[in-house]
């Protein structure tokens, strides 16, 4: 299943909510409403982050400019930009268990589940903060970046567990960015639950890799 994402900077009072969005069930072809992540807010005046599993990269980039992130990058420095980034993340991630890949204009920092929280918890483990405020240096150098952060579960017990687990560990990894100076504007949030396995979820292994968060770092390039 994919998963499309859609930034909106809103104030809002709830701190988290559920929607049904329209999906297709592999097995029986029938159409069918599933819940998904929106989103949260963090802290009282840091305003809200809304992830929605509608719209595309483009929109999330539009809309945080929109939302008073720094004006993006000229399109022909984009790739110097991310170059510099990744360096800076790979060198200060070295050594942590994140691992740092590229994927076009986008950066991946991939946390394995093991050591960002404790098993079945959504509260980021204290060893684990000095790696986020690595990758938190970098993010304030690099200020015409947005960050998507998605969590994912194994397929190990209940799917709607899973699910809200994946949410609250996404949130919780936003919520630790945002309170520590990077801007509302540049961070949004998504649970994936089990839906997006990238492991073989029969051996512990994969299950192991499956259960992950991960930050994509977009670049905002001027329209």
Do not use: W
């Not at 299943?1 to 909510?17: E, G, I, Y």
């Not at 397929?155 to 949410?167: A, F, H, I």
């Amino acid at each position: 299943m994919k998963f499309q994402h859609k930034l909106l900077a809103l104030t809002l009072s709830a701190s988290l909510t559920l929607i049904g969005c329209t999906t297709i069930d592999p097995y029986t072809g029938e159409t069918k409403v599933k819940k998904t992540f929106i989103g949260g807010v963090f802290g009282a005046g840091a305003g809200a982050v809304i992830a929605m599993a509608t719209g595309s990269k483009e929109d999330r980039v539009e809309n945080a400019i929109k939302g008073g992130v720094i004006g993006g990058i000229a399109g022909g420095a984009v790739g110097a930009y991310m170059d510099s980034q990744e360096k800076k993340m790979t060198e200060k991630l070295a050594g942590t268990g994140v691992s740092v890949t590229r994927n076009g204009d986008d950066i991946i920092l991939n946390m394995p589940g093991d050591i960002t929280f404790a098993s079945s918890e959504s509260k980021l483990n204290p060893a684990f903060t000095n790696t986020l405020d690595g990758v938190i240096l970098v993010l304030e150098e690099f200020e015409k970046t947005i960050i998507m952060i998605k969590g994912h579960t194994d397929s190990k017990g209940d799917e709607q567990y899973n699910q809200n687990l994946s949410e609250q560990r996404a949130l919780s990894v936003a919520q630790y960015l945002v309170d520590n100076r990077i801007i509302t504007e540049r961070v949004t949030a998504i649970g994936h639950g089990e839906l997006s396995s990238k492991y073989d979820n029969t051996t512990e292994e994969g299950r192991a890799q499956n259960r992950r968060v991960e930050l994509i770092l977009t670049p905002l390039i001027k329209q």
